[in-house]
């Protein structure tokens, strides 16, 4: 899981991903890279971030950081 969706977050999940690892990026704003992109940018970005098996949620607002074992739903 990493936590924010501009340019150091998603070279993370990247480093993550390649590691063989389960990788979600999880992003207040609207869009990945929200100050560099606009909305047709940000759209392309982020299939091409799903289709290398990266997880994208935006517009989510972290709460809380649990153990997996703590964690529910």
């Known amino acids: 899981m990493v936590i924010g969706g501009g340019l150091l977050g998603l070279e ?12 979600q990026v ?30 994208v949620h935006t517009s989510k607002a972290t709460t809380a950081i649990v153990r997996e074992a703590d964690a529910c739903g």
């Not at 993370?12 to 389960?22: C, F, P, R, T």
């Open 26 to 55: 999880v992003e207040f704003a609207p869009n990945l890279m929200a100050v560099q992109l606009d909305n047709g940018g940000a759209a392309m970005l982020r299939e091409k971030i799903v289709a290398l098996g990266v997880g």
């Open 12 to 23: 993370a999940a990247n480093a993550l991903k390649q590691l063989g690892l389960e990788t």
